[in-house]
């Protein structure tokens, strides 16, 4: 059973575990002579990695790929891809008091329902570590993109944080990367510090997060209709993501609140080809792109790992109240941004190549031929 491996042309397959000796991918149909080096794989996984400041788990990983295979003198071979990330700091001590314990929120108790054993030093396959993996190979997805579609821009951001929202009349993509919330709003990243520091210290909890993805200059056509939906691939991307509870595309579930002459995008003909009023499809109809952004948010829930006493049970099934030691992200929803990245290029890349296999990028003309 394939149930590591995502991807239909462009496919990876993580493996690893977070208290393991390493973690990685298995990237395979990459295009060959994709130009690629580590660096261009370590700008992103240096914007997920743990310790960076201090509103992320002080957990100190340098998170350094190693490519093993598949480039020969700085370029892909067509070969799958070997990507390897050391573990160099783990603390497995630390939850060798709930060996026996189900954690509230976690996936332990449902993976030894499951397994009937479970990996309890950080969570296993379970933790959020794992994500490392899909942004290696989203950094690879990156560079094959250049290459295909290099007017596309792939761009996370959070949108929010618990109950606090950003005010997008102060939306400036520039701010994104100057703050520690990758927020595009300097001051709600300035007040969700403040909060956030509360949070940690002196009230021992997380919060939860929603974090949006937008895929800029995607052209027209990528996707099919039924079972090959772009934005169907793009919801199990990030619903596979590990802390994700809910999914949207472009209004997402406030359409529902929408009529039919609100939620229409008009189309009007420009000099260029077809332009929308609007887009509440988010890029988006009957599976297929339309040219316009492409506009995806996730939700991440609270980190389950806090101080705070919980009621829980035990192996044999006596009750207890578990603390849960560690280094742990106060809110998760920080350094998911760039997995929703990461697995933004991945499914952007293999419609690319499923749509060059099936239509070799011949379009329906519009207006004067």
Same mark, same amino acid.
């Given at each position: 059973?394939?149930?590591?491996?995502?991807?239909?042309?462009?496919?990876?397959?993580?493996?690893?575990?977070?208290?393991?000796?390493?973690?990685?991918?298995?990237?395979?149909?990459?295009?060959?002579?994709?130009?690629?080096?580590?660096?261009?794989?370590?700008?992103?996984?240096?914007?997920?990695?743990?310790?960076?400041?201090?509103?992320?788990?002080?957990?100190?990983?340098?998170?350094?790929?190693?490519?093993?295979?598949?480039?020969?003198?700085?370029?892909?071979?067509?070969?799958?891809?070997?990507?390897?990330?050391?573990?160099?700091?783990?603390?497995?001590?630390?939850?060798?008091?709930?060996?026996?314990?189900?954690?509230?929120?976690?996936?332990?108790?449902?993976?030894?329902?499951?397994?009937?054993?479970?990996?309890?030093?950080?969570?296993?396959?379970?933790?959020?570590?794992?994500?490392?993996?899909?942004?290696?190979?989203?950094?690879?997805?990156?560079?094959?993109?250049?290459?295909?579609?290099?007017?596309?821009?792939?761009?996370?951001?959070?949108?929010?944080?618990?109950?606090?929202?950003?005010?997008?009349?102060?939306?400036?993509?520039?701010?994104?990367?100057?703050?520690?919330?990758?927020?595009?709003?300097?001051?709600?990243?300035?007040?969700?510090?403040?909060?956030?520091?509360?949070?940690?210290?002196?009230?021992?909890?997380?919060?939860?997060?929603?974090?949006? %993805?937008?895929? $800029?200059? /995607? +052209?027209? !056509?990528?996707?099919?209709?039924?079972?090959?939906? =772009? #934005?169907?691939? *793009?919801?199990?991307?990030?619903?596979?993501?590990?802390?994700?509870?809910?999914?949207?595309?472009?209004?997402?579930?406030?359409?529902?609140?929408?009529?039919?002459?609100?939620?229409?995008?008009?189309?009007?003909?420009?000099?260029?080809?077809?332009?929308?009023?609007?887009?509440?499809?988010?890029?988006?109809?009957?599976?297929?792109?339309?040219?316009?952004?492409?506009?995806?948010?996730?939700?991440?829930?609270?980190?389950?790992?806090?101080?705070?006493?919980?009621?829980?049970?035990?192996?044999?099934?006596?009750?207890?109240?578990?603390?849960?030691?560690?280094?742990?992200?106060?809110? %998760?929803?920080? $350094?998911? /941004? +760039?997995? !929703?990245?990461?697995?933004?290029?991945?499914?952007? =890349? #293999?419609?690319? *190549?499923?749509?060059?296999?099936?239509?070799?990028?011949?379009?329906?003309?519009?207006?004067?031929?």
């Amino acid at each position: 059973m394939s149930i590591n491996s995502f991807g239909h042309l462009f496919r990876f397959t993580t493996w690893g575990e977070s208290h393991g000796p390493a973690l990685g991918a298995t990237v395979d149909g990459c295009p060959p002579n994709v130009p690629l080096e580590p660096a261009m794989i370590q700008q992103w996984l240096d914007k997920r990695r743990p310790g960076l400041n201090k509103n992320t788990t002080q957990r100190n990983e340098p998170d350094a790929v190693e490519i093993l295979s598949g480039v020969y003198e700085g370029r892909t071979t067509g070969t799958p891809i070997q990507l390897m990330i050391r573990n160099t700091d783990q603390r497995s001590k630390d939850y060798g008091d709930i060996l026996n314990t189900f954690r509230p929120g976690h996936a332990d108790i449902t993976y030894h329902q499951k397994y009937g054993l479970r990996d309890p030093r950080g969570g296993g396959r379970s933790s959020a570590r794992e994500t490392a993996s899909r942004v290696a190979a989203g950094g690879v997805a990156r560079e094959a993109i250049k290459l295909i579609a290099p007017n596309v821009q792939i761009k996370g951001y959070m949108t929010q944080m618990g109950t606090k929202q950003i005010d997008r009349a102060r939306m400036d993509w520039s701010q994104i990367d100057q703050n520690d919330f990758f927020c595009p709003d300097a001051q709600a990243a300035e007040e969700w510090n403040d909060y956030l520091t509360w949070l940690r210290k002196d009230d021992h909890n997380s919060v939860g997060a929603i974090i949006e %993805v937008v895929a $800029r200059g /995607v +052209p027209a !056509g990528i996707g099919a209709p039924v079972y090959a939906k =772009l #934005d169907t691939d *793009l919801a199990a991307a990030m619903m596979s993501i590990n802390a994700v509870k809910g999914v949207e595309i472009g209004e997402g579930m406030a359409a529902a609140a929408l009529t039919g002459r609100d939620n229409a995008d008009e189309i009007f003909m420009g000099p260029n080809g077809p332009e929308y009023s609007s887009n509440h499809a988010g890029g988006i109809l009957g599976g297929i792109s339309t040219g316009q952004d492409i506009v995806v948010r996730f939700a991440v829930k609270p980190t389950s790992s806090i101080l705070s006493p919980r009621k829980s049970i035990m192996m044999d099934g006596s009750p207890t109240e578990v603390i849960t030691k560690g280094r742990h992200d106060p809110c %998760v929803g920080i $350094r998911a /941004v +760039p997995v !929703g990245e990461a697995m933004m290029a991945c499914v952007i =890349l #293999d419609h690319l *190549l499923l749509d060059r296999g099936q239509t070799g990028g011949v379009r329906g003309v519009i207006g004067a031929a």
